[in-house]
T-cell receptor, first 112, second 114 residues
């Protein structure tokens, strides 16, 4: 079935450094790739998404890249801040599909 | 704008007791609705999803059940809780029929079974 693999499971960076989280998906029909940030005790919140007709998307310090041929996509956070510390989930779904397939999550620690 | 509510926020229940968690969505109609469970420090496990009133699909066999008595109401239930039912329960919604791709999560209910 559909599967999304996410790496690393834990990432620790120094404040101001960049953080990169990578995901691969198995279903070639997937055409929508959201990223979520989950803070402790809260529900996941959408932070950025990308559709299959786009290779890269940026929103301030956050960017996502997509390589459809290789079926992988990545989240890039630049100039990390302590408030970026959270669990990040990548996901994949397709137009008119019922389910969104989530990666296992990456726990990001930003050390001040 | 759309809003999703879950209650209660926190629940402590004894083993063998019943469970009812409620989720409601405002500002949209005929949404797809989802229940996820998240064990401590773990990922999101899809439990149930619903594409309409009375239509429930189960992803994982267990002692939990779901119901959708109204268009924007989704209920997670159990007749007898197990210790392993402890976790963080998340409700989510997504627009039906492909008109909205993004899944939005509620604030969650933390359940502790003792």
């Amino acid at each position: 079935g559909e599967n999304v693999e996410q790496h690393p499971s834990t990432l620790s960076v120094q404040e101001g450094d960049s953080a990169v989280i990578k995901c691969t998906y198995s279903d070639s029909a997937s055409n929508y790739f959201p990223w979520y940030k989950q803070e402790l005790g809260k529900g996941p919140q959408l932070i950025i998404d990308i559709r299959s007709n786009v290779g890269e998307k940026k929103d301030q310090r956050i960017a996502v890249t997509l390589n459809k041929t290789a079926k992988h996509f990545s989240l890039h956070i630049t100039e990390t801040q302590p408030e970026d510390s959270a669990v990040y989930f990548c996901a994949a779904s397709f137009f008119r599909g019922f389910k969104t397939i989530f990666g296992a999550g990456t726990r990001l620690f930003v050390k001040a | 704008s759309q809003t999703i509510h879950q209650w209660p926020a926190t629940l402590v229940q004894p083993v063998g007791s019943p469970l009812s968690l409620e989720c409601t969505v405002e500002g949209t109609s005929n949404p797809n609705l989802y229940w996820y469970r998240q064990a401590a420090g773990r990922g999101l496990q899809l439990l149930f999803y619903s594409v309409g009133i009375g239509q429930i699909s189960s992803e994982v066999p267990q002692n939990l059940s779901a119901s959708r008595p109204q268009d924007r109401q989704f209920i997670l239930s159990s007749k007898k809780l197990l210790l392993s039912d402890s976790g963080f329960y998340l409700c989510a919604w997504r627009g039906a029929g492909g008109r909205e791709e993004t899944q939005y999560f509620g604030p969650g209910t933390r359940l502790l079974v003792l």
